[in-house]
């Protein structure tokens, strides 16, 4: 009975070990580059495939390449949703203490995807809502999260995803971007200087040891987030970044 469980237990760990695989190879992969990739023999990685690929969590494409099943979207949006659910109370006391608007974002893909949000009660409202997708180099939370990364890995996102410019005051070359996550890295937070939408300025923190890369922002016009406002804000988004990284992990 114990050896079945230990079998079944490493069964899962190979299924998770092919996805990821597919994940890193930008979503399409042989059969033989995935076997150059693991340690798995041939038949049990063509096996796992043939039951992801029944179950819709992977597809085989005309070219015979393999790539993700659209059936992992409701499982992205399922753990989206209960980050948004468990970040929550800790975006609440930030607009409580602060006023303006909270905000929750994870890498998902090439892009920050907003997953919990919790509103300032001013009428002014953000381009952010939960469930919208933005790019990294010019968002706060996209920011603070890029300055987690290697430097290569920070290429090959952007290279990925391009670099659009919203704004005039938007970063758009790879070298201004480095330097400005070198910058993040020394003093803890991020800002968006109105680089995703004029007049609105948006101060960030990575939640470090998060399961994905996450970060977490306050925003609102430039008249209310100014200096004073950042000196206050930064201490309590470092304390809430703190706490979440410590309730995702019990989560885990």
């Not at 938007?170 to 803890?188: C, N, Q, V, Y």
């Not at 016009?221 to 470092?238: G, K, M, N, Q, Y």
Request: aromatic letters at 4%.
């Amino acid at each position: 009975m114990a050896e079945k469980a230990s079998g079944g237990v490493q069964s899962v760990e190979r299924v998770f070990e092919l996805l990821e695989l597919i994940t890193d190879a930008d979503g399409e992969v042989t059969l033989s580059e995935l076997a150059a990739s693991t340690e798995l023999p041939l038949p049990t990685i063509h096996r796992l495939l043939r039951t992801l690929v029944g179950m819709g969590y992977v597809r085989q494409l005309p070219n015979r390449r393999y790539a993700l099943g659209p059936r992992l979207i409701r499982l992205g949006e399922g753990a989206s949703k209960q980050l948004g659910a468990i970040a929550r109370p800790q975006l609440a006391r930030l607009v409580d203490a602060l006023g303006e608007t909270a905000n929750m974002a994870v890498l998902d893909s090439d892009m920050v995807v907003y997953v919990g949000q919790v509103p300032s009660k001013h009428s002014m409202r953000m381009f952010t809502e939960v469930g919208r997708h933005a790019h990294t180099h010019a968002t706060g939370v996209g920011k603070a999260i890029l300055a987690t990364l290697d430097d290569d890995v920070v290429r090959g996102i952007v290279g990925r995803a391009g670099m659009p410019t919203s704004t005039p005051m938007a970063i758009g070359d790879i070298d201004s971007l480095l330097a400005e996550l070198d910058r993040i890295r020394e003093r803890g937070y991020s800002i968006d200087e109105q680089e995703q939408e004029i007049g609105v300025r948006c101060f960030a923190v990575a939640v470090p040891h998060a399961p994905t890369p996450t970060a977490i922002s306050v925003s609102g016009p430039v008249s209310r987030v100014d200096d004073a406002f950042a000196e206050r804000a930064i201490p309590l988004l470092t304390d809430a970044a703190r706490v979440l990284s410590q309730e995702l992990g019990d989560a885990a």
